[in-house]
T-cell receptor, first 117, second 111 residues
Framework: GAVVSQHPSRVICKSGTSVKIECRSLDFQATTMFWYRQFPKKSLMLMATSNEGSKATYEQGVEKDKFLINHASLTLSTLTVTSAHPEDSSFYIC?????????????FGPGTRLTVT | GNSVTQMEGPVTLSEEAFLTINCTYTATGYPSLFWYVQYPGEGLQLLLKATKADDKGSNKGFEATYRKETTSFHLEKGSVQVSDSAVYFCALSGGDYKLSFGAGTTVTVRA
């Protein structure tokens, strides 16, 4: 099946530093990837939609200068949290979209736990 | 806009019990409806889906029927196992293929 990986799975960083999270589709090419943020005991919140070779589309309320997204290839998208603060601590999840015979389907990565101290 | 409301948990059941998780939605047009499952320490996995009214999605003993008249997509399983312990998310997708998720329901099945 379609597999999506994320790296790192956990990261702890100091306030003010930047952190990069990678999302890879391992066995398929994804023209569209999505980045979500999941708060404890709450739902996934869509942050942005990332299309290969073009600028990401951010959801309302998401700071594009703080959450930099780069979709350099059909198998890799990165999310960089710049000048991280404790309130950025969260679980970040990516997904990759593929068009199959059953329509568009999203496959999710295992997530990255970010802790900002 | 699109939104999903699902039953709050947590839900604790004994093995072989019947499970129902309610899900209702608000959407324009004719969305596709999904149930995703997140096992401990893993990413979300698609459990089942339905793309039009009266469709029934099923997988691993779970079922959900797309009810347009009640804007619902309730998840059911007749006899749960310990391995079904997970967080279950109801979601919908409109024409832009973005997913809107419910808050998730944590299910714990005890032996």
């Amino acid at each position: 099946g379609a597999v999506v990986s994320q790296h790192p799975s956990r990261v702890i960083c100091k306030s003010g530093t930047s952190v990069k999270i990678e999302c890879r589709s391992l066995d398929f090419q994804a023209t569209t990837m999505f980045w979500y943020r999941q708060f404890p005991k709450k739902s996934l919140m869509l942050m942005a939609t990332s299309n290969e070779g073009s600028k990401a589309t951010y959801e309302q309320g998401v700071e594009k200068d703080k959450f930099l997204i780069n979709h350099a290839s059909l198998t890799l998208s990165t999310l960089t949290v710049t000048s991280a603060h404790p309130e950025d601590s969260s679980f970040y999840i990516c997904s990759a979209s593929i068009l199959s015979g059953r329509g568009y389907e999203q496959y999710f990565g295992p997530g990255t736990r970010l802790t900002v101290t | 806009g699109n939104s999903v409301t699902q039953m709050e948990g947590p839900v604790t059941l004994s093995e072989e019990a019947f499970l129902t998780i309610n899900c209702t939605y608000t959407a324009t047009g004719y969305p596709s409806l999904f149930w995703y499952v997140q096992y401990p320490g893993e990413g979300l996995q698609l459990l089942l889906k339905a793309t039009k009214a009266d469709d029934k999605g099923s997988n691993k003993g779970f079922e959900a029927t797309y009810r347009k008249e009640t804007t619902s997509f309730h998840l059911e399983k007749g006899s749960v196992q310990v391995s079904d312990s997970a967080v279950y998310f109801c979601a919908l997708s409109g024409g832009d293929y973005k997913l809107s998720f419910g808050a998730g329901t944590t299910v714990t099945v005890r032996a």
